[in-house]
């Protein structure tokens, strides 16, 4: 949630952090704002509610000159998103300035003793109160800057991550973080600041991740310096970013979403390669191997994620149960971590995250682990927090993912929580021999068959024409195909704003049957397997009530073709590995209908790519 940008060097600071800002988009806002201190030492702030565009606009006839600033994209918390309350905020004197992602919990506290001491607030925020208290330390206490940013913090009770930049003093910014993510890129003679890597990539390679309550110090032309809190110095730890230019990038295609989708062969390929090879029986999960006694002697797997995230967990519920006959229980994190949950010692935790940065999973870590609880991280950001936190853990390899709804990173999630439970189940001997060599060589081939799939975007761009202007859907799905039915109802209400539900089909005669008429589109996963037959009666009840039908089925079906107002083919897949290829349809046909409707694809309203605060 929210975008930090900051620089500090030998270069005009406005072009990089504006840039910035706009790399940082996909990460949802509602207002931006920048500020710089220019050549004669004059402290500029521009911020205005919208995007990032209306902030450049504004910014055309004023002095935007610097070469340090810092820059932020807001997603309202604490007032209403405008222009008072965009960042950067100013503290009592506007000597300095700060922008802030997280939540200050106490602030409201804080606030009454800084007004009983004179303080003014412009706004709503609890951003504000935070840099009021650092001056008022600072001056209070006659330390320095850093020294102030470090005993504010051990004031405040919250999550954080900030950058304060001092009209005084413009060869320095201080940064700090806790819960929010944080890196910097060393440059030559440079610095630049970002809540992940996407601004930085371009100019640098090399970064360092900041860790939870560490303090950075960036002074001009001296070298990063890091310390806690507590005022204990820390080594930095320079890595080398993986991430290319091009990836994050839309190469040509009208929206960073369809640029993904179309990516999926490859996301799906890259999340296997080195890892199965089914010539040889080969499946290697190094985080697993670690953990090995701990999988096999495992009396239950609980699977702790949010969102898209949390559908690709119900999938690797089905998944580890029928393959390795260990109990699973998908929890959203959000209420695992409220409802004082029984967690043994030999659990194995599995948490699923696209970004590493939620906040709820991390929350879910830390009450896991303080059980005794393995923790088994699932995430696509090398050096993200829930890659740090947890005890074990293997990267998806989705590379970087722009667009809000998830697509990507749903089947990357997929295809690496499958090859855990394959790995899980050779170590158990709960699979035959030849049943293990026939999944591996079927997920071999899944990228090929998403490939044909993807060739049916003309046709499914025609249905969607049809039903842009529904007002309602249902997507029905039995066994593994039900999580895809929720994952499917979720992208059409994320990204057109139609209300959809996904149901398992059987349930769908318990309440949502009253709902269906002659205008309801009922999206079915209708492929070949042990459930087909029902789902076929559930179709047929469908129709009865003049509902629409759209199914997904297997290549040559006959049955459901003459009932369905429209089928997609898929080709032919292992019940267990239906996700990975029926899912592709109603990505595509969820992105067709909201461009139709003229809706922001990559920015869906209300909504961040990573949700860093509760």
Request: with cysteine.
């Given at each position: 949630?929210?975008g930090?940008v900051?620089?500090i060097?030998?270069?005009?600071?406005?072009?990089?952090?504006?840039k910035?800002?706009?790399?940082?988009?996909?990460?949802?806002?509602?207002s931006?704002g920048?500020?710089?201190?220019?050549?004669?030492?004059?402290?500029?702030?521009?911020?205005?509610?919208?995007?990032?565009?209306?902030l450049?606009d504004f910014?055309k006839d004023?002095?935007?000159?610097?070469?340090?600033?810092?820059?932020?994209?807001?997603w309202?918390?604490?007032?209403?998103?405008?222009?008072?309350?965009?960042h950067?905020?100013?503290?009592?004197?506007k000597d300095l300035?700060m922008?802030?992602?997280?939540?200050?919990e106490n602030?409201?506290s804080?606030?009454?003793?800084?007004?009983k001491?004179?303080?003014?607030f412009l706004?709503?925020?609890?951003t504000?109160v935070?840099?009021h208290?650092?001056?008022?330390?600072?001056?209070?206490?006659n330390i320095k800057l850093g020294?102030?940013?470090?005993a504010?913090?051990?004031?405040?009770?919250?999550?954080y991550?900030?950058v304060?930049?001092?009209?005084?003093d413009?060869d320095?910014?201080?940064?700090a973080?806790?819960?929010?993510?944080?890196v910097i890129g060393?440059?030559?003679n440079?610095f630049?600041?970002a809540?992940?890597a996407s601004?930085?990539?371009e100019y640098?390679?090399n970064?360092?991740?900041i860790?939870?309550e560490?303090?950075?110090?960036?002074?001009?032309n001296?070298?990063?310096?890091?310390?806690?809190?507590?005022d204990?110095e820390?080594t930095p730890?320079v890595?080398?970013?993986?991430?290319?230019?091009?990836?994050?990038e839309?190469?040509?295609?009208?929206h960073?979403m369809l640029?993904e989708?179309?990516e999926?062969?490859?996301?799906?390929f890259?999340s296997?390669?080195?890892?199965l090879n089914?010539?040889t029986g080969h499946l290697?999960m190094?985080?697993?191997?670690?953990?090995?006694?701990?999988?096999?002697?495992?009396?239950?797997?609980?699977?702790?994620?949010?969102?898209?995230?949390?559908?690709?967990?119900m999938?690797?519920?089905?998944?580890?149960e029928e393959?390795t006959r260990i109990?699973?229980?998908?929890?959203?994190a959000s209420?695992?971590?409220?409802?004082?949950?029984?967690?043994?010692?030999?659990?194995?935790?599995?948490?699923i995250?696209q970004?590493?940065?939620?906040?709820?999973?991390?929350?879910?870590i830390?009450l896991?682990?303080?059980?005794?609880?393995?923790?088994?991280g699932?995430?696509?950001?090398?050096g993200?927090?829930?890659?740090?936190a947890t005890h074990?853990?293997?990267?998806?390899?989705?590379g970087?993912?722009?667009g809000v709804a998830s697509t990507?990173?749903?089947?990357a999630?997929?295809t690496?929580l499958?090859?855990m439970?394959?790995?899980?189940?050779?170590?158990?001997g709960?699979?035959?021999e030849s049943?293990?060599?026939?999944l591996l060589?079927?997920?071999?081939?899944?990228?090929?068959?998403?490939?044909?799939?993807l060739?049916?975007?003309?046709?499914?761009k025609?249905?969607a024409?049809?039903?842009k202007?529904?007002?309602?859907?249902?997507y029905l799905?039995?066994?593994?195909?039900?999580?895809?039915?929720?994952e499917?109802a979720l992208k059409l209400?994320?990204?057109?704003?139609?209300?959809a539900?996904g149901?398992?089909a059987?349930?769908?005669?318990?309440g949502?049957i009253?709902?269906?008429d002659d205008?309801m589109?009922?999206f079915v996963?209708?492929?070949?397997?042990?459930?087909y037959?029902?789902?076929?009666?559930?179709?047929q009840?469908v129709?009865?009530?003049?509902g629409q039908?759209?199914?997904?089925?297997?290549?040559?079906?006959k049955?459901?073709?003459n009932?369905?107002?429209y089928?997609?083919e898929?080709p032919e897949?292992?019940?267990?590995?239906?996700?990975?290829?029926?899912?592709?349809?109603?990505?595509?046909l969820?992105y067709?209908?909201?461009?139709?409707?003229g809706c922001?694809?990559?920015?869906?309203?209300?909504?961040?790519?990573?949700?860093?605060?509760e």
């Amino acid at each position: 949630m929210c975008g930090i940008v900051g620089y500090i060097g030998n270069r005009e600071a406005f072009p990089i952090i504006i840039k910035g800002l706009q790399r940082l988009e996909y990460r949802g806002y509602d207002s931006a704002g920048v500020a710089m201190i220019n050549p004669n030492q004059k402290l500029n702030v521009y911020k205005k509610k919208g995007k990032v565009s209306d902030l450049l606009d504004f910014c055309k006839d004023q002095d935007v000159s610097g070469t340090i600033g810092i820059g932020h994209t807001r997603w309202a918390t604490h007032g209403e998103p405008n222009d008072v309350n965009s960042h950067p905020h100013y503290s009592q004197s506007k000597d300095l300035v700060m922008i802030h992602n997280g939540i200050i919990e106490n602030y409201a506290s804080i606030k009454e003793g800084l007004i009983k001491r004179g303080h003014t607030f412009l706004s709503q925020t609890d951003t504000e109160v935070l840099i009021h208290l650092i001056e008022d330390i600072r001056q209070h206490e006659n330390i320095k800057l850093g020294h102030a940013v470090m005993a504010a913090l051990k004031q405040v009770i919250g999550a954080y991550a900030i950058v304060v930049l001092d009209k005084n003093d413009p060869d320095i910014l201080i940064a700090a973080k806790k819960g929010s993510p944080m890196v910097i890129g060393v440059g030559n003679n440079e610095f630049f600041i970002a809540s992940d890597a996407s601004p930085i990539v371009e100019y640098t390679k090399n970064v360092v991740y900041i860790e939870d309550e560490h303090v950075a110090i960036i002074r001009r032309n001296e070298e990063l310096k890091i310390r806690t809190i507590r005022d204990k110095e820390i080594t930095p730890y320079v890595q080398e970013l993986e991430m290319e230019l091009e990836a994050i990038e839309k190469g040509g295609y009208d929206h960073f979403m369809l640029k993904e989708i179309y990516e999926q062969p490859r996301s799906i390929f890259d999340s296997m390669r080195g890892r199965l090879n089914s010539s040889t029986g080969h499946l290697k999960m190094g985080g697993i191997e670690e953990h090995e006694t701990k999988f096999k002697n495992a009396k239950r797997i609980i699977i702790i994620a949010c969102g898209t995230s949390w559908h690709a967990g119900m999938v690797a519920e089905y998944l580890f149960e029928e393959y390795t006959r260990i109990p699973v229980e998908v929890e959203y994190a959000s209420e695992f971590r409220y409802r004082n949950p029984i967690i043994y010692p030999d659990d194995i935790v599995i948490a699923i995250s696209q970004s590493g940065e939620t906040a709820d999973t991390l929350a879910a870590i830390e009450l896991a682990k303080s059980k005794g609880a393995i923790i088994f991280g699932v995430c696509n950001v090398v050096g993200s927090s829930i890659a740090r936190a947890t005890h074990a853990g293997s990267y998806t390899h989705a590379g970087p993912e722009i667009g809000v709804a998830s697509t990507k990173a749903f089947t990357a999630q997929v295809t690496v929580l499958t090859l855990m439970a394959l790995h899980v189940a050779k170590i158990k001997g709960t699979l035959a021999e030849s049943r293990y060599r026939q999944l591996l060589y079927e997920m071999e081939s899944i990228p090929q068959k998403v490939e044909e799939v993807l060739k049916l975007n003309d046709a499914i761009k025609t249905i969607a024409a049809k039903y842009k202007d529904s007002t309602n859907a249902l997507y029905l799905g039995r066994g593994y195909s039900f999580p895809v039915a929720l994952e499917g109802a979720l992208k059409l209400k994320e990204i057109s704003y139609i209300h959809a539900e996904g149901y398992p089909a059987a349930e769908m005669k318990h309440g949502p049957i009253a709902l269906i008429d002659d205008s309801m589109p009922v999206f079915v996963i209708a492929t070949k397997g042990p459930n087909y037959e029902k789902v076929v009666s559930n179709i047929q009840e469908v129709k009865a009530r003049k509902g629409q039908i759209i199914a997904v089925v297997t290549a040559g079906d006959k049955e459901v073709k003459n009932t369905a107002d429209y089928v997609i083919e898929i080709p032919e897949t292992d019940e267990s590995l239906v996700p990975l290829v029926s899912v592709i349809p109603w990505q595509l046909l969820s992105y067709h209908i909201a461009v139709m409707r003229g809706c922001n694809v990559d920015q869906p309203r209300n909504l961040a790519k990573s949700v860093t605060v509760e």
